[in-house]
Each structure stands twice: as C-alpha cells, then as structure tokens.
C-alpha cells in the first residue's frame, strides 16, 4: 500500500536545525516559519506533508512523517 490516504506532516529535529530560513520560502501553505532565530517550526494544521520544506533543508533536519492512523487527505 502506498501513502495514498495517510497524513502526512514535516517534522524539524529542533537540535540539528540551523534556522537558516530556507524551508520558510518555499512552504506552499506557508505552515513553516523560524522561532526566535533558534529552530524552524510547522504549523501541523497548516501543513499538507509536499516536502518541499525537507528538500530545501541544508541540515536535513527537517522529515517528513505519516501520521498514526488513516484519513482522508
């Protein structure tokens, strides 16, 4: 089975993240953004699990994550 139908979420590894801003750019659903200089955060309401944050992370602190369980998405 594929990830047809699961939730996906980008996840940030807080202790490897740079907060270069990279991933803020290019988030479609603009769910990401940079907390007090420190670490980027998502939004998981906002954010539709595309990866393109993830892609643009020079760290590659950022992953993208199938939820528990199965939802329509």
Do not use: H, N, W
Request: charge should be positive; charged fraction near 20%; aromatic fraction near 4%.
């Amino acid at each position: 089975m594929g990830t047809f139908g699961k939730i996906r979420r980008a996840r940030v590894r807080r202790e490897i993240c740079v907060a270069c801003g990279c991933c803020v750019p290019v988030c479609p659903k603009k769910a990401i953004s940079v907390f007090k200089g420190m670490y980027a955060q998502v939004q998981e309401a906002a954010c539709v699990g595309c990866g393109k944050c993830a892609g643009e992370c020079p760290a590659s602190a950022i992953t993208v994550e199938a939820l528990s369980g199965e939802g329509c998405v």
